[in-house]
Protein backbone atom coordinates (compact mmCIF):
# COMPACT_ATOMS: atom_id res chain seq x y z
CA UNK A 1 0.00 0.00 0.00
CA UNK A 2 1.12 3.52 -0.92
CA UNK A 3 -0.03 6.85 0.09
CA UNK A 4 0.49 10.15 -1.35
CA UNK A 5 -0.54 12.93 0.85
CA UNK A 6 -0.48 16.51 -0.93
CA UNK A 7 -2.58 19.98 -0.46
CA UNK A 8 -0.90 21.71 2.61
CA UNK A 9 -0.20 25.18 2.74
CA UNK A 10 0.19 28.59 4.34
CA UNK A 11 -3.66 29.70 4.45
CA UNK A 12 -4.89 32.91 7.14
CA UNK A 13 -7.04 31.95 10.60
CA UNK A 14 -10.49 31.52 8.90
CA UNK A 15 -9.57 29.98 5.73
CA UNK A 16 -9.85 26.88 4.30
CA UNK A 17 -8.06 24.37 2.14
CA UNK A 18 -8.48 20.66 1.37
CA UNK A 19 -6.32 18.06 1.84
CA UNK A 20 -5.47 14.61 -0.76
CA UNK A 21 -4.49 11.38 0.07
CA UNK A 22 -3.72 9.06 -2.89
CA UNK A 23 -3.81 5.21 -2.08
CA UNK A 24 -2.45 2.58 -4.84
CA UNK A 25 -1.58 -0.64 -4.43
CA UNK A 26 -4.72 -2.44 -3.50
CA UNK A 27 -8.56 -2.72 -2.97
CA UNK A 28 -9.57 -0.20 0.32
CA UNK A 29 -13.12 -1.28 0.41
CA UNK A 30 -12.41 -3.03 3.87
CA UNK A 31 -9.49 -0.06 4.75
CA UNK A 32 -9.84 2.87 7.77
CA UNK A 33 -8.24 5.60 5.92
CA UNK A 34 -7.11 8.04 8.81
CA UNK A 35 -5.39 11.74 9.36
CA UNK A 36 -3.28 12.73 11.94
CA UNK A 37 -0.85 15.43 12.55
CA UNK A 38 1.69 16.61 14.42
CA UNK A 39 2.64 20.22 15.53
CA UNK A 40 6.38 20.71 16.38
CA UNK A 41 7.37 19.60 20.18
CA UNK A 42 3.97 17.78 20.11
CA UNK A 43 2.73 13.96 19.67
CA UNK A 44 1.09 13.16 16.79
CA UNK A 45 -2.25 13.55 16.98
CA UNK A 46 -5.83 11.65 15.58
CA UNK A 47 -7.69 14.18 13.37
CA UNK A 48 -10.49 12.29 11.30
CA UNK A 49 -11.20 8.34 9.93
CA UNK A 50 -13.15 6.95 7.35
CA UNK A 51 -14.29 3.27 6.86
CA UNK A 52 -13.72 2.88 3.25
CA UNK A 53 -16.63 0.71 2.62
CA UNK A 54 -19.62 2.26 4.72
CA UNK A 55 -18.44 5.51 5.01
CA UNK A 56 -18.98 5.91 8.45
CA UNK A 57 -16.24 8.80 9.43
CA UNK A 58 -14.76 9.64 12.95
CA UNK A 59 -13.35 13.30 14.50
CA UNK A 60 -11.64 14.31 17.02
CA UNK A 61 -13.39 17.08 19.11
CA UNK A 62 -11.34 19.82 18.05
CA UNK A 63 -12.52 19.15 14.69
CA UNK A 64 -15.63 18.57 14.57
CA UNK A 65 -17.36 20.85 12.33
CA UNK A 66 -14.92 22.39 10.81
CA UNK A 67 -13.63 19.35 9.15
CA UNK A 68 -14.76 16.54 6.76
CA UNK A 69 -12.84 13.30 5.40
CA UNK A 70 -14.51 12.42 2.49
CA UNK A 71 -13.35 9.55 0.20
CA UNK A 72 -13.71 9.14 -3.27
CA UNK A 73 -14.12 5.18 -5.06
CA UNK A 74 -13.26 6.13 -8.16
CA UNK A 75 -9.33 7.76 -7.60
CA UNK A 76 -8.98 5.97 -4.86
CA UNK A 77 -8.45 9.11 -2.66
CA UNK A 78 -9.28 10.42 0.87
CA UNK A 79 -9.64 13.89 1.43
CA UNK A 80 -9.36 16.44 4.23
CA UNK A 81 -11.72 19.46 3.91
CA UNK A 82 -10.45 21.78 6.42
CA UNK A 83 -12.69 24.97 7.22
CA UNK A 84 -12.43 27.97 9.74
CA UNK A 85 -8.72 26.97 10.00
CA UNK A 86 -7.09 28.41 13.20
CA UNK A 87 -3.34 28.57 14.40
CA UNK A 88 -3.27 25.87 16.56
CA UNK A 89 -3.98 23.62 13.10
CA UNK A 90 -0.90 24.19 12.12
CA UNK A 91 0.90 20.81 12.01
CA UNK A 92 1.93 18.11 9.37
CA UNK A 93 -0.72 15.81 8.21
CA UNK A 94 -0.30 12.45 7.75
CA UNK A 95 -2.53 10.19 5.89
CA UNK A 96 -3.04 6.15 7.61
CA UNK A 97 -4.56 3.33 6.56
CA UNK A 98 -5.65 0.31 8.38
CA UNK A 99 -6.55 -3.13 6.15
CA UNK A 100 -9.88 -3.51 8.16
CA UNK A 101 -12.03 -1.61 10.69
CA UNK A 102 -10.26 -1.07 14.47
CA UNK A 103 -12.59 1.14 17.26
CA UNK A 104 -8.99 1.92 18.25
CA UNK A 105 -9.10 4.33 14.58
CA UNK A 106 -7.88 7.43 16.81
CA UNK A 107 -4.82 5.83 17.92
CA UNK A 108 -1.60 6.17 15.16
CA UNK A 109 -0.55 2.62 16.26
CA UNK A 110 -3.79 0.74 14.84
CA UNK A 111 -2.19 1.60 11.21
CA UNK A 112 0.72 0.02 9.46
CA UNK A 113 0.72 2.28 5.90
CA UNK A 114 1.64 6.10 6.25
CA UNK A 115 2.16 9.02 4.01
CA UNK A 116 5.09 11.38 3.81
CA UNK A 117 3.28 14.10 5.52
CA UNK A 118 2.32 17.57 3.84
CA UNK A 119 2.30 20.67 6.29
CA UNK A 120 -0.42 23.25 6.76
CA UNK A 121 0.41 26.44 7.77
CA UNK A 122 -2.28 28.96 9.48
CA UNK A 123 -1.33 32.40 10.02
CA UNK A 124 -3.15 34.46 11.96
Known amino acids: VQLQASGGGLVQAGGSLRLSCAAS????????MGWFRQAPGKEREFVAA????????YYADSVKGRFTISRDNAKNTVYLQMNSLKAEDTAVYYCAAVPDYSGRYYSQYTYNSWGQGTQVTVSS
Open 25 to 32: GRSFSTYT
Open 50 to 57: IRWGSGIT
